[in-house]
Structures are given as structure tokens and as C-alpha cells.
């Protein structure tokens, strides 16, 4: 792999290639969206690509046809609409045929139930996809602690809420007959769309009919169970209850079972905490192998709260990571290495990161990390680096990352400046500049003040200097009222600039462009050291001109060093009459 290139998404243009992570997940969702814009035109347009002219034609290639073919009303062209996923037509075919007294079967309206149930009754499934596409919406699903109302709504993945007497209730209480998959859709459906009080009534009422849920329906009564009790206890009680109802009904648990158990254990506190290595070993004891997203909640158990527990349960965890390649199963296995890594940090253990790192290479492990994650499990992993390794193992680490597997953000930046300070390699900076311009960052201001403040700090070696001192040059540019939003100078901003200046003997930048008189300008006053150092330019230069100018900025500014700058001056310049 070529540590200098983008992904290999991004075409071979660069004018195409992002310059930090902000480009790389824009223009990563910009070509998925152009995919789904061809597949829009083609559905709303499908007379115009009725021609194949491909040769030979590979009908998985082609462009799906999906207008319905049966005409009428009748079950079968219900069952058609209902396979082309197609919600207003097929209720409105539902209700045609029951005004019309056409009976129909019961799989086929358990069928337009689940149709119901999974896209939330909403709007015509088609024309919401074509908007979700068009469109990205963003659902924040982040744990929040609130009540029960509030989770509600953050617990919703598909953006919809369960109107209350919707289509869906509608079908389901004039149905003729209902067997289990009825209420099993049902309860399915408002735990997805949040409405629990009203899928463990639904639950109730299979249980009175003497119906049995299948194991799909309880993993989604277990996922319930914080929105439908407030204290811990009780949440603990009411999954205890669903487990034993599974016992007596002769349900198998799943892996998404125990998954979902322990999600909720996440909202159980201490009590979930005490229960969740019990539930680990039942998974054993059931010959049940974790998914990465098991390990997820646990991890998010023991390592997400203030007090963070020993490096020994992620180390087990790793044990079992490291020996399998795994495939995905829950839609939270995503969310593993991203946690993982910031467990890592968390402790500062950079063995268990490097184990981390050599688990996710393994197989197709790689995969569970789209744009975003990828981004932040590396951002995590360096600043980790940081922190805890060698400076030239840092250094060899970013020249491989960077920008082939992630995209530095300001924090790494300040991360690597911190290692360079502490390995007293201050020489690199100049090569880490050139990369916070390539990635965007030459405006930020946390960055220029430790950059700057790094720079200024000691002497430095005149090959050096001049280095620095041609970054203060870039940093001047973006100060300048020429160029398009100026940056607003600062005392110290200012300070540093023309001390970096001056020890690289450009005196005549440091004044002329008036780094030192813009002090009086901006109202800002230099320090004693910024004074100390201007001067001692001058002497090496031999500039008198410069070093009077010095005093009488001083002077005006009214600063109590302005009588020893005269001394100075004076004891170490040779002044003519006139001078003096």
C-alpha cells in the first residue's frame, strides 16, 4: 500500500483528493450519492433503459424493473405490490378488497403487516428511499441519559415515530384470524419505531392468546426494556422476565440475544455491571460465540464510565479477538475497534493497542471500518502513539498513516508537536507545517500558538531559524488584510512572529514590515523577551537605526523596560552625536 495516496475510493485526480477528514467523508458520501441518483433516474424514468444492448446480458447487471405487471383488484396483485415494497398502493389495495368482501389469506395480510411494520407506515416505501438517498440524514443514536420520553426518541434508527392508530394497527385489529406472526410483527415494528408501552401490551395480548414469540421478537422486547421501566432494578427484573418466559416457551437464544441483554445492561449501573461477565459465560456455557458488538458492551460496561477498571477484562476480550475473523451479525459490531482503541487511551496502554491493531488486520476484520470509524480508531491510535512511544516511532507510524489510512485532525496535530517538545526534536517542525496546510488547518488558532510558541521558545541552529522563520512568514500571510478573512493578530501571536524573524537575521522583515510597530497599532504590548531578543538582532547586525526605534516604540508604549533598552543601546552601539 502506498502510505502517500488516498483510498483507494477517491478517483486518481487531485483536485479529487481530500485534504483532511472533513473532505474525505464528503466526498466519500458525494460519489454514493451519485450512485443513488442514477438509481433514481432509472427508477422514475425505466421507459428510457428498456433497451439492452449489452452483449452478453447479464440480467443481475441490468436495471430492476419495478412497475407492477397485474392489473385489477385481486390478492395477487396485492401480493405483487407488497413485494415490490410499494405501502400506499398496497393499503389502498387492502382496503379495497376488504370493502369488496374478497377474503383474503392470512399470510398474505401477515405479509403486508410486515411490510407496515418494518417501514413505520410512513409515506410510499419507494418515494422514501428515493429521499433517503437523495438526502443523508443523520440520526443521532448516541445513549442519553433522560427520561423515558427522551429516549424514546433517540432510540429511533429510522428517523419515523409509530403514529398512534396507523395503517398498521389498523389491518391488525380488524384481522379475521391472527396467529403468532401477527403479534410478532407487530411488537417487532413499535419497538422499532419507539413505541414500547405499546409493543409490551401487544406482547401481553399474545401471551393471553397463547401464542409463542419467536426469538427475533424477544431480542427486541429485551432492547426495550430501558424505555420501559426508570430504575435499574426494575429494568433488571423485566429482562429476567423475558429470559424466563424464552425458557418456558422453548425459545433458543441467538447471539443478538445476548447482545441485546447486554445493551441493556449498559443502562443497568452497577447492577448491569455485576451481571454482564454472568451473561458472558451463559454465551459459553450455550456454546454461543460472541459477536464483535458483545464485546462492544462490554466494553462500553467497564470502560465508559469515570472510574475505568483494570487493563485485565479488555486483555481477555483481546485474547478471543485476536484467534477469529469475524463476520458481521448485529449492526453494532461497527462500533468495537472504534471503543476498543479509545479503551486503550483511556488506560494508556500502548501494548493493547498494538494487539488491537494486529486483531482488526486480521482476516476481514478491516471491513467492520467505514470512512468515519476508520478515521477516528486511527486519530485515537496515534494520539495513543503520541503519548507513549518513541519519538521516531511516531514519526515512522505518521509518514505510513498519513493520509493513506487516516487524516490527522488539529488534536493529533497538537498531539505530534507535544512528542517532537518532549523527544527535543523542534528541527521537524517545519515538515509538520506544510502538512497542517495540506489538511487545512493553518487558521486554527490553537495551532498557531503552539507552533509559534515552540518556535520562539529557545535558539536555535541558523539552518533552523531560517526554517521557522519562513513558517512565520506563511502564519504573517494569513494575518494580512490583503487576504481573503485575516486572521486577527494577538500579543503573543505577534511577539513570536517577529522574534522568529529576527533570530533569522531578517531585522529589515521583523521592522519594515512592520511586525514591531503594529504592536502600537493593535494596541497590544510586547514582552520583555521580544524586546530583548529584537535587540540583540540589531547588535548582530550592526543596525543602530533599528535598536533606536526599539527604544522609542518602548517609550511610547509607555513600558517600564524602556529605560534599560537606552542603556542597552547605548553601552553597545556606537551612536553618532546626532543618534545620541
Partial sequence: QDPTAAHYMFQDDPFLMPRNAANSRLF?????????????????????????????????????????????VSEEALKERIHLRMVKESVDLFDQLVQAGTPLSLETTNSLLDLLCFYGDGETSREKEEKEDLE????????????????????????????????????????????????????????????????????????????????????????????LKDRFLERLELAKVFLNHMVQQEVQPNVLTFNALLKTLRRCGGVGRSMSLLVIREMEALD???????????????????????????????????????????????????TAMQACCDLKDIKLAYRLNKAMEKGDNWKFLDVDRLNVYWSKFFSLLCMMEQIDVVLKWYKEMSPSLFYPTPKNILDLLQALDAA????????????????????????????LSLMSREQHPDEVQLAFAKC??????AHEPTGQNPLEWTGSTLGHVALLFARAGRIQDAWYVNMMERFQQINRIPTDHVLDEFLNCAKRTNCPEEAIKLVKLAAALGLSSSQRLKSRTEEEFELSDEQK
Fill in 28 to 72: 466519500s458520501l458525494s460519489k454514493e450519492s451519485g450512485r443513488n441518483a442514477a438509481k433514481y433516474i432509472i427508477k422514475q424514468f425505466p421507459q428510457y433503459f428498456d433497451k439492452t444492448l449489452a452483449e452478453p446480458n447479464v440480467s443481475c447487471l441490468m436495471p430492476e424493473f419495478l412497475t407492477p405487471q397485474i392489473e385489477g
Fill in 136 to 227: 443523508e440524514l443523520e440520526v443521532n443514536t448516541s445513549e442519553q441519559k433522560a427520561p423515558k420520553r427522551q429516549l424514546q426518541r433517540g432510540s429511533q434508527s429510522s428517523g419515523l415515530r409509530w403514529r398512534e392508530n396507523n395503517n398498521a394497527e389498523r389491518i391488525f385489529k380488524i384481522m379475521p384470524e391472527k396467529n403468532a406472526h401477527s403479534y410478532c410483527t407487530m411488537i417487532r415494528g413499535m419497538v422499532k419505531h419507539g413505541a414500547f408501552a405499546k409493543a409490551y401490551d401487544v406482547y401481553i395480548d399474545l401471551m393471553n392468546e397463547r401464542h409463542k414469540a419467536d426469538v427475533h421478537t424477544f431480542n427486541a422486547l429485551i432492547t426495550a426494556v430501558p424505555y
Fill in 288 to 338: 454461543i460465540e460472541p459477536s464483535l458488538a458483545t464485546y462492544y458492551h462490554l466494553l462500553h460496561i467497564f470502560y465508559r464510565g469515570v472510574d475505568l477498571y483494570p487493563s485485565g477484562i479488555i486483555s481477555e476480550v483481546l485474547d478471543d479477538v485476536e484467534k477469529r475473523s469475524f463476520t458481521p451479525q448485529d449492526p453494532d459490531d461497527a462500533h468495537f475497534f472504534p
Fill in 424 to 451: 527535543n526534536q523542534l528541527e521537524v517542525i517545519p515538515s509538520v507545517w506544510e502538512d497542517v496546510k495540506q489538511l487545512g488547518f493553518q487558521r486554527r488558532h490553537e495551532l498557531l500558538d503552539e507552533l
Fill in 472 to 477: 512565520a512568514e506563511d502564519i504573517k500571510a
